[in-house]
């Protein structure tokens, strides 16, 4: 979904949906991050950002539907989000990976440990594709909003569509500390 | 500045881990060196520029213990910090090693990026934090119903953490319903461990061999190819053992308590075997997502 306000253009990410943006105007965004996970990369030396919003872990579970919308599972749309990043010349050693997401909502007695299994199965493509996670906000049973700013690249995470601690990827902080080390 | 960074530990998968996950973390990194033990590991510091150690405590020939305090001991090498990378649950243990200058601890399982965070912490001049994380600490279970759910969450949590794996306790009737050729794998293999302390016992753990694949691809994070050797299938099963057994020990028997643990072994079985490790009493079924895995945690107090 596309708005304007300003000069900025907006993204609604909804659930099971990804966007993929190399325009420095725009801002991706995706609301309501309970037991989903939402995960955004961001290359600062192109310019070029994506954010995924998957609601189950696995797609062996239902390969009719993960055939039809490989994004509604995290490891089919990990991949696709990463496939469509690389695609767009990024790089997997300059990514920035940001992670929100991953609550027990709803299943605070841990039945199902949906979000759990959501970062189980990203954590393990990022690790199999050789990228680290460079901020995270998972957990909790918090509902969670993520937007990535894609003129600076910063990804910032809402808890609770208020600003409560929110937590902020910053390209040129992680710049720097890659130089000052 | 680039580090010159020394990994000592006797298993080859969580040497693997840890170079990849400094190698990823863009830390400034000149040299990576290796040990298996802590004695190789003197060695290399003797001969060689070190800013940093990265070692396991429970290792043969010379553990991590025994390393630090020869580090100490020596001039030139006791300003070189430390990180300890373990599975050892014991408080006592970890203040002995503080005492001794160990900068931080990082228990076992951890995350490729809590490496990166240390490696920064240990090598700045504000300091580490020491990482506590591990297995859901509770109070040590009394009930023998209590200790199977605890034995229950320790293992999916190392599994979680260390292979990315899902564990779900199940009944025996249902993997002894796993019975025609078909739904049972062919060959398994059997990691053991023995431990000694306050109570001494074994650690037993049975998988069928093509799990023991895709532990290695998951721990090492690459997938199943000739680049994974028959040692890593083995090496990597072994630490699943060695991990299960340490975060095992303090949230079963308790945090306050030292042990030493001896090296994992491997045996491998045949259907028969498997059954047979089945109808043992003290087996605990699980199933790791599609396979089948039976686990022994046996101890008693010592005289």
Same mark, same amino acid.
């Given at each position: 979904?596309?708005?304007?306000?300003?000069?900025?253009?907006?993204?609604?990410?909804?659930?099971?949906?990804?966007?993929?943006?190399?325009?420095?105007?725009?801002?991706?965004?995706?609301?309501?991050?309970?037991?989903?996970?939402?995960?955004?990369?961001?290359?600062?030396?192109?310019?070029?950002?994506?954010?995924?919003?998957?609601?189950?872990?696995?797609?062996?579970?239902?390969?009719?539907?993960?055939?039809?919308?490989?994004?509604?599972?995290?490891?089919? =749309?990990?991949?696709?989000?990463?496939?469509?990043?690389?695609?767009?010349?990024?790089?997997?050693?300059?990514?920035?990976?940001?992670?929100?997401?991953? =609550?027990?909502?709803?299943?605070?007695?841990?039945?199902?440990?949906?979000?759990?299994?959501?970062?189980?199965?990203?954590?393990?493509?990022?690790?199999?594709?050789?990228?680290?996670?460079?901020?995270?906000?998972?957990? =909790?049973?918090?509902?969670?909003?993520?937007?990535?700013?894609?003129?600076?690249?910063? @990804?910032?995470?809402?808890?609770?569509?208020?600003?409560?601690?929110?937590?902020?990827?910053?390209?040129?902080?992680?710049?720097?500390?890659?130089?000052?080390? | 500045?680039?580090?010159?960074?020394?990994?000592?530990?006797?298993?080859? @998968?969580?040497?693997?881990?840890?170079?990849?996950?400094?190698?990823?973390?863009?830390?400034?990194?000149?040299?990576?060196?290796?040990?298996?033990?802590?004695?190789?590991?003197?060695?290399?510091?003797?001969?060689?520029?070190?800013?940093?150690?990265?070692?396991?405590? #429970?290792?043969?020939?010379? #553990?991590?213990?025994?390393?630090?305090?020869?580090?100490?001991?020596?001039?030139?090498?006791?300003?070189?910090?430390?990180?300890?990378?373990?599975?050892?649950?014991?408080?006592?243990?970890?203040?002995?090693?503080?005492?001794?200058?160990?900068?931080?601890?990082?228990?076992?399982?951890?995350?490729?990026?809590?490496?990166?965070?240390?490696?920064?912490?240990?090598?700045?001049?504000?300091?580490?934090?020491?990482?506590?994380?591990?297995?859901?600490?509770?109070?040590?279970?009394?009930?023998?119903?209590?200790?199977?759910?605890?034995?229950?969450?320790?293992?999916?949590?190392?599994? $979680?953490?260390?292979?990315?794996?899902?564990? &779900?306790?199940?009944?025996?009737?249902?993997?002894?319903?796993?019975?025609?050729?078909?739904?049972?794998?062919?060959?398994?293999?059997?990691?053991?461990?023995?431990?000694?302390?306050?109570?001494?016992?074994?650690?037993?753990?049975?998988?069928?061999?093509?799990?023991?694949?895709?532990?290695?691809?998951?721990?090492? =994070?690459? &997938?199943?190819?000739?680049?994974?050797?028959?040692?890593?299938? #083995?090496?990597?099963?072994?630490?699943?053992?060695?991990?299960?057994?340490?975060?095992?020990?303090?949230?079963?028997?308790?945090?306050?308590?030292?042990?030493?643990?001896?090296?994992?072994?491997?045996?491998?079985?045949? $259907?028969?075997?498997?059954?047979?490790?089945?109808?043992?009493?003290?087996?605990?079924?699980?199933?790791?997502?599609?396979?089948?895995?039976?686990? $022994?945690?046996?101890?008693?107090?010592?005289?």
């Amino acid at each position: 979904m596309r708005s304007e306000g300003g000069h900025a253009v907006v993204y609604t990410v909804g659930i099971s949906d990804m966007k993929v943006s190399d325009n420095a105007s725009d801002v991706l965004v995706t609301h309501s991050l309970g037991s989903c996970i939402g995960l955004s990369l961001y290359d600062p030396e192109i310019g070029v950002g994506g954010l995924v919003h998957c609601m189950m872990p696995v797609s062996k579970l239902d390969p009719v539907k993960a055939a039809a919308n490989p994004l509604m599972f995290t490891d089919t =749309g990990v991949t696709s989000l990463l496939k469509s990043m690389f695609e767009r010349g990024a790089n997997r050693r300059r990514l920035v990976v940001t992670v929100a997401g991953a =609550g027990s909502l709803l299943d605070e007695k841990g039945f199902f440990k949906i979000g759990e299994k959501n970062y189980t199965i990203l954590r393990k493509i990022l690790w199999k594709n050789d990228i680290l996670i460079s901020e995270q906000d998972v957990g =909790g049973n918090i509902v969670r909003t993520m937007y990535l700013y894609m003129d600076t690249g910063k @990804t910032v995470i809402k808890r609770n569509l208020m600003t409560m601690n929110p937590v902020q990827t910053d390209v040129g902080q992680r710049t720097r500390l890659k130089e000052e080390a | 500045m680039s580090l010159n960074i020394l990994i000592v530990d006797d298993s080859v @998968t969580i040497r693997t881990v840890i170079a990849k996950a400094i190698g990823l973390s863009n830390a400034p990194v000149n040299e990576i060196q290796f040990a298996s033990n802590g004695e190789e590991a003197l060695n290399i510091l003797n001969k060689s520029f070190v800013d940093l150690v990265l070692a396991d405590i #429970n290792m043969p020939v010379m #553990n991590g213990v025994e390393m630090v305090e020869r580090m100490q001991s020596q001039d030139q090498l006791k300003k070189i910090p430390v990180v300890v990378v373990s599975t050892e649950g014991s408080s006592t243990r970890i203040d002995e090693l503080k005492a001794k200058g160990v900068k931080a601890f990082i228990r076992k399982p951890f995350t490729p990026e809590s490496i990166y965070k240390v490696i920064v912490e240990a090598t700045n001049a504000y300091g580490p934090e020491t990482d506590h994380r591990g297995a859901p600490q509770s109070e040590v279970p009394k009930t023998e119903s209590d200790r199977k759910r605890v034995i229950g969450e320790v293992f999916e949590s190392v599994l $979680q953490n260390l292979a990315f794996m899902f564990v &779900e306790s199940v009944e025996r009737e249902t993997l002894q319903s796993m019975e025609s050729p078909h739904d049972l794998p062919e060959k398994f293999i059997k990691a053991s461990m023995a431990f000694t302390g306050p109570v001494h016992g074994w650690v037993n753990l049975m998988v069928p061999d093509e799990l023991a694949k895709e532990l290695a691809s998951n721990i090492i =994070g690459k &997938e199943i190819d000739k680049s994974i050797s028959q040692r890593h299938l #083995n090496d990597a099963l072994k630490e699943v053992l060695n991990v299960t057994c340490g975060n095992l020990l303090s949230a079963v028997v308790g945090t306050k308590q030292v042990f030493d643990a001896a090296s994992p072994t491997l045996t491998e079985h045949d $259907q028969q075997g498997w059954k047979d490790f089945l109808e043992e009493p003290q087996s605990i079924p699980f199933m790791i997502e599609d396979w089948p895995a039976l686990l $022994q945690f046996l101890f008693e107090q010592a005289k």
